[in-house]
């Protein structure tokens, strides 16, 4: 078990910098994953701290020493990746086992971890089989258990579901969960699935352009987004953004999108008046969108006027995509919304989850 730091780390190629001054403190224990689009650095950072990168600047710790010149056989940690890099003509167990007979370790030591990481795994009966008769779950379980055996300090994943159908996803990442959990080991975990980000992570980390916008619980991030592409990357449906303005409105503040107008809400007004008239983008959630007539009680309801485009039913519950003027965005409802596609209708926008952000997309804090 360790703890990991990255203190001040560039990665530059040639003129493009991957990872851009990137700070952070990883826990003893924790389940860390990096999450942004391609080409945001997040694979580079995994790279630089298992040692397949060279550094440019800055330091990597792992448990206080820092690794910039370790080789990485000597650096504790096991990594799994993408593509699953079994070797086809060895079995199960020996594909499991190479690592350690590289080591010179003792016989029974490899057959007790093998047999130990198998039982975790339940893969237990397919130790004398060959990859090639093997399912890609089965697949993905025995790089994992290849890690598992080393009895790393830090266990390092880059995008490890990513070659799963969807249902195996779903499985596959609650058995990751439960390996965490299990284990008690450091996880930092590379994924651009922030659906696997929520589910999956004590900590998330948020990156683009190789720069490091935010880290923070799943629930804070969904909830106070450092920015509008933290506050667009995170949740799915994606938050929907207006460009707008502040102006009043019978003495009160409001958001004027062109095609609505919303009222902030009157414990809100006091802190967005040294922005009236400015250029802002406003955010809101699908989740808080909501038909009049099914809407949570108590909430801070501002009616808007739309053009329903698409539905899209779900089962337990329908997406919404509407139209106000140019203005084009989704929200998730209650399946019971009798709302149709063409049809004129009101729907109401839930004001106390709203997100108001400067025109570059930083978020407005509320002081």
């Given at each position: 078990m360790a703890s990991v730091t990255y203190e001040h780390v560039y990665k530059s190629f040639g003129d493009v910098t991957a990872v851009n001054d990137m700070d952070i403190q990883v826990e003893d224990k924790e389940f860390l994953v990096l999450v942004g689009p391609s080409g945001c650095g997040k694979t580079t950072a995994l790279r630089l701290l298992a040692g397949l990168e060279e550094i440019s600047d800055g330091e990597i710790k792992i448990d206080g020493r820092v690794v910039n010149d370790i080789a990485p056989k000597d650096r504790d940690i096991a990594m799994v990746f993408q593509s699953y890099a079994l070797y086809p003509h060895m079995s199960v167990f020996?594909?499991?086992?190479?690592?350690?007979?590289?080591?010179?370790?003792?016989?029974?030591?490899?057959?007790?971890?093998?047999?130990?990481?198998?039982e975790i795994l339940g893969i237990q009966t397919l130790l004398d089989r060959k990859p090639r008769q093997l399912s890609g779950g089965q697949r993905q379980r025995v790089a994992v258990g290849r890690a598992i055996v080393r009895e790393p300090k830090v266990f390092l994943f880059d995008e490890p579901l990513s070659n799963l159908d969807a249902k195996l996803r779903v499985q596959t990442r609650a058995e990751i969960t439960k390996l965490h959990q299990r284990l008690a080991t450091t996880f930092i975990y590379v994924t651009h699935d922030q659906v696997e980000a929520m589910t999956m992570a004590t900590r998330i980390a948020v990156m683009k352009d190789g720069i490091l916008q935010q880290i923070d619980t799943p629930q804070h991030l969904y909830d106070k987004p450092a920015n509008a592409f933290v506050a667009g990357f995170i949740g799915s449906p994606a938050m929907?953004?207006?460009?707008?303005?502040?102006?009043?409105?019978?003495?009160?503040?409001?958001?004027?999108?062109?095609?609505?107008?919303?009222?902030?809400?009157?414990?809100?007004?006091?802190?967005?008046?040294?922005?009236?008239?400015t250029p802002i983008i406003f955010g809101i959630r699908p989740d808080d969108i909501h038909d009049p007539n099914f809407a949570p009680?108590?909430?801070?309801?501002?009616?808007?006027?739309?053009?329903?485009?698409?539905?899209?039913?779900?089962?337990?519950?329908?997406?919404?995509?509407?139209?106000?003027?140019?203005?084009?965005?989704?929200?998730?409802?209650?399946?019971?919304?009798?709302?149709?596609?063409?049809?004129?209708?009101?729907?109401?926008?839930?004001?106390?989850?709203?997100?108001?952000?400067?025109?570059?997309?930083?978020?407005?804090?509320?002081?």
């Open positions: 020996d594909n499991m086992a190479f690592g350690l007979k590289l080591r010179k370790m003792p016989k029974d030591d490899i057959k007790r971890r093998v047999q130990e990481a198998a929907n953004f207006f460009p707008a303005k502040l102006v009043r409105a019978d003495g009160k503040l409001t958001v004027d999108a062109d095609s609505f107008q919303v009222p902030i809400p009157d414990d809100r007004q006091g802190a967005y008046e040294k922005i009236v008239g009680p108590s909430i801070k309801a501002a009616p808007v006027e739309i053009m329903v485009d698409v539905t899209e039913l779900m089962g337990n519950e329908i997406f919404i995509y509407m139209l106000s003027g140019t203005n084009v965005f989704v929200g998730r409802l209650d399946p019971r919304t009798t709302l149709r596609a063409g049809q004129k209708a009101q729907v109401i926008f839930n004001m106390e989850n709203m997100h108001i952000f400067e025109k570059d997309g930083a978020q407005l804090r509320i002081q």
